[in-house]
Structures are given as C-alpha cells and as structure tokens.
C-alpha cells in the first residue's frame, strides 16, 4: 500500500490550497484518514481526521474553520482543503489512512495509522 499526497506549494497568506492523498495498492471499501504536520523545528501535530465508520470530522483548534477534509471512497483518495492559510500554517503535510475503523475518540492518534505518505511541504509565505 503507498499514499502519494500532492498539492504542496507556496501560497500567499490568505489564499487556499487543496491537498490530495491517493491510495494505492489494495482498494478500500472505505478506510479513516487523516492529516498530520511538522513544521520546522516543532513536533508533528494532528490536522484533521475523517472518521470511519461514518464521516465525522474532527479538527485541530488552530485549524478549524479554515480547513476541511474530506474523501472519496471509490476513488481511494483524502483530501484537505485550506483556506484563509496563514504563515503559521507552514510545515510539511503528511496524510495517513487506517484500513481499520478508529473510534472517534482516537482519530487524533498518529499511532493508529496503519500507512502514511510522504509528506507533501506547504508554504504560505506573509
């Protein structure tokens, strides 16, 4: 299984960016993803989740109502739509899916993830 994540680039503060997270190699009837950055110097931190079973959502406080996640199931592909990006925004994006379901509570743990990408860098410059 791999996930290729695209989309990355440079962006003005105050503009929008869609990431994508393709999965390849084994075909999901439906899979929980989400969506983890590491900016430089800083720890990796929680983004997004999309949950499985369902489709709940759960978002980082400093993302929230600016960021959306989404996925499509037939097409075995995450995404993350950003908007009103800020230069704090900036780090590398990593996507990660679970081909298990992960109770809400848990969507924010990277260690339930059963693949990951490779990181996709997203810079929003000032």
Same mark, same amino acid.
């Given at each position: 299984v791999q996930l290729q994540a695209s989309g990355g680039g440079l962006v003005q503060? @105050?503009?929008?960016?869609?990431l994508s997270c393709v999965v390849s190699g084994r075909t999901y /009837?439906? &899979?929980? =993803?989400?969506w983890f950055r590491q900016a430089p110097g800083k720890e990796r931190e929680f983004v =997004? =989740?999309?949950?499985w079973p369902g489709r709940s959502t759960y978002?980082? #406080?400093?993302? +929230? !109502?600016? &960021? %959306?996640?989404? +996925? !499509?199931?037939? +097409?075995?592909t995450a995404y993350l739509q950003m908007n009103s990006? +800020?230069?704090? #925004? %900036?780090a590398v994006y990593y996507c990660a899916v679970s081909e298990n379901p992960i109770p =809400?509570? !848990? %969507?924010?743990d990277a260690h339930l993830y /059963?693949?990951? @990408?490779?990181? %996709?860098?997203?810079t929003v410059s000032s």
């Open positions: 503060a @105050g503009g929008s960016s869609r /009837d439906n &899979f929980a =993803a989400a =997004a =989740a999309i949950s978002y980082a #406080d400093s993302v +929230k !109502d600016r &960021f %959306t996640i989404s +996925k !499509d199931n037939a +097409k075995n990006l +800020k230069p704090e #925004d %900036t =809400a509570p !848990d %969507t924010r /059963d693949y990951w @990408g490779q990181g %996709t860098l997203v």
